[in-house]
């Protein structure tokens, strides 16, 4: 038969009020009593159905995502994939916003955030560069009880609860891996374009790659990154001014958006298909550059996990539940021409 409150109430010697107050972290119990209820849960094997506690309080989780308003394919994909899952059982009995904002202005970041703190808010997903001002925020979210995650890009200086997202360095590592073999032995320069080198996504990508190619293919020369800022037309001027002032080009790692900036500058420089291409993210248009040579292989995460997985772990913070560490490691797919998937309809 299984533990119940009371079986723990009469374990330890307090009254049922006092277990309550403990499971449910409420102030006004002495340290002392605390741990002998904690120990009668432990000898006892007392495992607290959470759902069905949340349900009699009908209690209702209000979860903010902060995503950065930019025209990439992915982080549609992705607003759309949170949106899914929060109508699903992962976000039973939740309430989930998704704000967009401004990706260079953290300032306006943590004002998006601040107008939603008197609902109250129970969790918030934030992916945005490495600032001082997303840093702060982070530190007033955890000081007032949200549960707070890093969502693809980390900020391992704040005091957030988990990191939800690939492992970057080793991603990095990975394209590190592709572009040596693709291009071969002849020695040649790698162009990099990141969105901006103060999102740690791009700075660990960066340095996975770079430890890659002085361990396996010295030959190959990385270049200094070129910042696109997830923008198009700056991607595509940024990298034309490079392949127009280097020599020896032969492989492009595209680390973050504004991959159709890197097409359109190969396309232009007569270089599509003639010059290695790594990408990040499955999208209608790197599907199509997969297709035509334009784009060797692309390094992809997936949306819809990455959502789940933010969800789950934010509950499970606000639950004061174990994290499952397997479900909610984000494996790093690998997409070439040969293995891409249906697209779906």
């Known amino acids: 038969m299984r533990p119940t409150v009371i079986d723990i109430a009469r374990e330890a010697g307090v009254s049922l009020a006092t277990v309550d107050r403990v499971l449910n972290a409420r102030p006004g119990v002495r340290e002392k009593t ?10 006892l094997g007392y495992v607290r159905n959470v759902a069905a506690a949340n349900l ?11 995503l950065p308003d930019v025209q990439s394919q992915f982080l549609q994909a992705l607003r759309m994939a949170i949106t899914e899952v929060a109508r699903g059982p992962v976000g039973e009995a939740s309430e989930v916003l998704i704000l967009t904002v401004p990706p260079r202005d953290p300032h306006a970041l943590v004002l998006a955030v601040e107008a939603c703190l008197d609902l109250p808010l ?3 997903a934030i992916m945005a560069n490495e600032t001082p001002e997303v840093r702060d925020l982070v530190v007033r979210l955890k000081a007032q009880g949200t549960a707070v995650v890093s969502l693809i890009t980390d900020q ?10 690939i492992d970057n360095v080793a991603a990095g590592r990975t394209a590190g891996v592709l572009l ?15 969105s901006s080198m103060l999102a740690r996504d791009m700075v660990d990508r960066r340095f996975g790659l770079d430890l890659v190619l002085a361990e396996r293919f010295p030959h190959l020369q990385s270049l200094p990154s070129l910042e696109g800022h997830d923008d198009r037309d700056l991607t595509e001027r940024v990298l034309s001014a490079c392949l127009a002032a280097q020599d020896q080009v032969v492989a492009v790692y595209t680390a973050g958006a504004g991959t159709r900036g890197v097409t359109d500058a190969l396309r ?5 298909g003639k010059v290695v291409v790594v990408a990040h993210e499955l999208t209608g248009h790197t599907r199509e550059a997969l297709l ?23 509950r499970a913070r606000i639950d004061r539940l174990a994290i499952d560490e ?10 070439i021409r040969e293995n891409l998937p249906p697209e779906t309809p």
């Open 326 to 335: 397997g479900q909610e490691r984000i494996r790093i797919d690998i997409l």
């Open 180 to 194: 040596g073999r693709f291009a071969g032995p002849a020695p040649g320069k790698v162009a990099v374009v990141v």
């Open 56 to 66: 009699a309080r009908q209690r209702l989780y209000r979860f903010v995502f902060v």
């Open 268 to 272: 232009k420089a007569g270089l599509a």
């Open 122 to 124: 129970d969790g918030c």
């Open 292 to 314: 035509d040579g334009t784009i060797h292989a692309v390094i992809s995460q997936d949306a819809g996990h990455l959502a789940r997985s933010a969800l789950r772990v934010l």
């Open 34 to 43: 605390v741990l002998a209820v904690n120990d009668a849960i432990t000898r």
């Open 156 to 165: 391992p200086q704040a005091p957030r609860d988990h990191f939800v997202g």
